[in-house]
């Protein structure tokens, strides 16, 4: 009996076959990108633990220890590798900048997705993408030329240091967190807003209590994502930061950041020593925080997912 | 845009007789060019439940909208015409709306409790408003509940968040967010489209009970929700309010064709 529709259903069909290829190519993009990313994982975990494995320094010591001379040794035989000074420079340049640039960006989002009508939005949206396009070299020479000299004369001194680093990353990471925190306001529903006026609540009230509360874990990842990018940034960073490795004691002394240690030192030393190691020992650090960054982000995610 | 006035029946009360708590005159909605209502006249009584029904596009719930000024925060949108609260014209621009709309609360189509507990939910307006006495807001959350018909079924879970509810308690919660500010009307789009029907009829309930202390103007696309529960029904096509009536007039004897036609299922 030869019936050619029961015939056609089993043979694959040509359409069939283009699926498989598409669901092949899509999985080998993916396998690609998740090698990619394990292989960078493997590579910096495994030298940046070689400080730790191979030339015997305490991790402990590592991220306490204050003085940063990878190419000499202490009075007690121990190699001189302190991060501490970078890690706290890192940390007060990226708190700082969050912190300043926090209410701005919300000011900003709620200025364009509440106050201002389509004509501000329209102006104003493209004013902010442009700002996140340039590029971090700009960024560090306008903070070298205006802030560092600014800051030197209100504060005096050199004028580099984390003031001048944290000026610099605030107008870095300003965009990336008011365009994120306006995606969560606009993502409000819009029947919230139309409940509360019609609760008499106020303008004011309906954005402070309403929109504000509800577009909460959206305005939390994007401060975080602004903190991640700016833990991150080392080239504007280092051309304002002063780069001296002390732990600093003062918003306005050279201090120096992970990123900037990292960019100063790498063309200066030769794989396999102990100032080698050291800096990969840096870049895990940085990879580790990133790391934290990145699931804080997905905790916050979800957390305001199961209150939706 | 031309206005297009078509046949008309609309009964008008006789202000002796029975006490307006509502009415418009001469009311147009426009967006942008397009105008969506061509002055509709209607009043609504005190303490009575007057429906709005009509086909999807025939401006009710536009107009119902521009009752309480829904339409204020809107771009291209254009209120006209006159809406008497308490012998005040309140489509004008000296009128605070914040205020007025303390008096004129309104329900929506679709649950919108916030992402609340229940109880700050029905709260929320009041302390906005700056009542901050325990033991009132304990009291005002009660008694609103109660008169939504949920008290019951969410006394034990008043801090559990309003989001966990179903989606007929959602509206009923609504309902008593509305009420929890003892307006003097209250304005409901379709409360019960989104509902399952038993939930529908549990709205339904509540409503009836409500009538005794609120003037009630509710949007329905339900012809029989609109003959269950309505004192007079207003028949709106194409932007104008074509015939109005007792309900039972409107949905056994209408006069006006379209009316006809349209409560008995000829179309919309």
């Given at each position: 009996m030869n019936d050619p529709i029961r015939e056609s259903m089993l043979?694959?069909?040509?359409?069939?076959?283009?699926?498989?290829?598409?669901?092949?190519?899509?999985?080998?993009?993916?396998?690609?990108?998740?090698a990619v990313v394990a292989a960078i994982f493997?590579?910096?975990?495994?030298?940046?633990?070689?400080?730790?494995?191979?030339?015997?320094?305490?991790?402990?010591?590592?991220?306490?220890?204050?003085t940063w001379n990878p190419g000499s040794k202490g009075a007690d035989g121990k190699p001189l590798v302190g991060a501490l000074p970078m890690i706290l420079g890192s940390f007060f340049v990226t708190i700082l900048a969050a912190i300043i640039a926090t209410p701005f960006a919300i000011a900003a989002a709620i200025f364009m997705t509440e106050v201002a009508g389509k004509k501000?939005?329209?102006?104003?949206?493209?004013?902010?993408e442009l700002l996140v396009g340039i590029p971090s070299v700009v960024y560090g020479f306008i903070g070298l030329s205006v802030v560092v000299p600014f800051v030197r004369s209100i504060f005096g001194g050199t004028g580099f240091g984390i003031l001048a680093g944290t000026f610099v990353l605030f107008v870095m990471i300003l965009p990336t967190v008011t365009s994120m925190t306006v995606d969560s306001l606009r993502s409000v529903p819009r029947h919230y807003r139309e409940a509360s006026y019609a609760l008499a609540?106020?303008?004011?009230?309906?954005?402070?209590?309403?929109?504000?509360?509800?577009a909460m874990p959206g305005i939390l990842t994007a401060i975080v994502f602004g903190m991640a990018r700016a833990f991150g940034e080392a080239l504007a960073v280092q051309m304002v930061i002063g780069n001296a490795f002390t732990v600093p004691?003062?918003?306005?002394?050279?201090?120096?950041?992970?990123?900037?240690?990292?960019?100063?030192?790498?063309?200066?030393s030769v794989m396999g020593t102990l100032s080698n190691?050291?800096?990969?020992?840096?870049?895990?650090?940085?990879?580790?925080?990133?790391?934290?960054?990145?699931?804080?982000?997905?905790w916050i995610g979800n957390k305001g997912g199961n209150t939706k | 845009m031309a206005e297009k006035r078509l046949t008309q029946n609309i009964q008008k009360l006789d202000e002796n007789k029975h006490e307006i708590a509502l009415s418009t005159k001469d009311l147009h909605v426009s967006y942008g060019d397009h105008e969506a209502i061509h002055g509709v006249d209607l009043q609504f009584e005190r303490y009575k439940i007057t429906a709005l029904i009509g086909a999807s596009g025939s401006g009710k719930s536009t107009y119902l909208r521009a009752l309480n000024r829904m339409h204020d925060n809107i771009a291209n949108t254009s209120v006209t015409g006159e809406i008497y609260?308490?012998?005040?014209?309140?489509?004008?621009?000296?009128?605070?709306?914040?205020e007025m709309h303390k008096h004129i609360g309104m329900v929506f189509q679709r649950p919108n409790p916030f992402s609340k507990s229940i109880y700050d939910n029905i709260t929320f307006a009041l302390k906005r408003h700056g009542l901050r006495n325990k033991k009132q807001l304990d009291e005002i959350v009660e008694t609103s509940l109660k008169q939504a018909a949920l008290w019951d079924q969410v006394k034990d879970d008043l801090h559990k968040s309003a989001l966990a509810l179903s989606g007929g308690q959602q509206q009923r919660l609504c309902i008593a967010r509305a009420i929890a500010m003892k307006p003097d009307i209250l304005l409901l789009d379709e409360p019960a489209s989104a509902l399952d029907p038993i939930s529908a009829s549990k709205v339904e309930e509540t409503l009836m009970e409500l009538k005794k202390h609120y003037t009630i103007v509710i949007v329905t696309h339900n012809m029989q929700q609109a003959a269950r529960i309505s004192d007079?029904?207003?028949?709106?096509?194409?932007?104008?309010a074509i015939e109005y009536d007792e309900t039972r007039k409107i949905f056994t004897r209408p006069k006006v064709k379209l009316t006809e036609d349209y409560v008995s299922g000829h179309f919309g």
């Amino acid at each position: 009996m030869n019936d050619p529709i029961r015939e056609s259903m089993l043979k694959k069909s040509k359409a069939a076959k283009r699926e498989t290829f598409g669901k092949t190519i899509s999985f080998l993009a993916i396998a690609v990108i998740v090698a990619v990313v394990a292989a960078i994982f493997y590579f910096v975990a495994s030298k940046g633990i070689s400080t730790f494995t191979q030339n015997g320094v305490n991790f402990w010591d590592f991220l306490t220890g204050s003085t940063w001379n990878p190419g000499s040794k202490g009075a007690d035989g121990k190699p001189l590798v302190g991060a501490l000074p970078m890690i706290l420079g890192s940390f007060f340049v990226t708190i700082l900048a969050a912190i300043i640039a926090t209410p701005f960006a919300i000011a900003a989002a709620i200025f364009m997705t509440e106050v201002a009508g389509k004509k501000g939005t329209k102006i104003l949206q493209p004013v902010i993408e442009l700002l996140v396009g340039i590029p971090s070299v700009v960024y560090g020479f306008i903070g070298l030329s205006v802030v560092v000299p600014f800051v030197r004369s209100i504060f005096g001194g050199t004028g580099f240091g984390i003031l001048a680093g944290t000026f610099v990353l605030f107008v870095m990471i300003l965009p990336t967190v008011t365009s994120m925190t306006v995606d969560s306001l606009r993502s409000v529903p819009r029947h919230y807003r139309e409940a509360s006026y019609a609760l008499a609540a106020t303008r004011w009230q309906t954005i402070y209590k309403v929109i504000l509360r509800s577009a909460m874990p959206g305005i939390l990842t994007a401060i975080v994502f602004g903190m991640a990018r700016a833990f991150g940034e080392a080239l504007a960073v280092q051309m304002v930061i002063g780069n001296a490795f002390t732990v600093p004691n003062s918003l306005t002394t050279p201090a120096s950041t992970l990123t900037s240690v990292l960019t100063m030192g790498m063309g200066n030393s030769v794989m396999g020593t102990l100032s080698n190691n050291a800096l990969w020992s840096l870049a895990l650090i940085l990879l580790m925080m990133s790391l934290i960054f990145n699931l804080v982000i997905r905790w916050i995610g979800n957390k305001g997912g199961n209150t939706k | 845009m031309a206005e297009k006035r078509l046949t008309q029946n609309i009964q008008k009360l006789d202000e002796n007789k029975h006490e307006i708590a509502l009415s418009t005159k001469d009311l147009h909605v426009s967006y942008g060019d397009h105008e969506a209502i061509h002055g509709v006249d209607l009043q609504f009584e005190r303490y009575k439940i007057t429906a709005l029904i009509g086909a999807s596009g025939s401006g009710k719930s536009t107009y119902l909208r521009a009752l309480n000024r829904m339409h204020d925060n809107i771009a291209n949108t254009s209120v006209t015409g006159e809406i008497y609260y308490r012998d005040l014209d309140i489509n004008r621009d000296n009128i605070d709306v914040y205020e007025m709309h303390k008096h004129i609360g309104m329900v929506f189509q679709r649950p919108n409790p916030f992402s609340k507990s229940i109880y700050d939910n029905i709260t929320f307006a009041l302390k906005r408003h700056g009542l901050r006495n325990k033991k009132q807001l304990d009291e005002i959350v009660e008694t609103s509940l109660k008169q939504a018909a949920l008290w019951d079924q969410v006394k034990d879970d008043l801090h559990k968040s309003a989001l966990a509810l179903s989606g007929g308690q959602q509206q009923r919660l609504c309902i008593a967010r509305a009420i929890a500010m003892k307006p003097d009307i209250l304005l409901l789009d379709e409360p019960a489209s989104a509902l399952d029907p038993i939930s529908a009829s549990k709205v339904e309930e509540t409503l009836m009970e409500l009538k005794k202390h609120y003037t009630i103007v509710i949007v329905t696309h339900n012809m029989q929700q609109a003959a269950r529960i309505s004192d007079r029904t207003a028949f709106f096509h194409l932007g104008n309010a074509i015939e109005y009536d007792e309900t039972r007039k409107i949905f056994t004897r209408p006069k006006v064709k379209l009316t006809e036609d349209y409560v008995s299922g000829h179309f919309g």
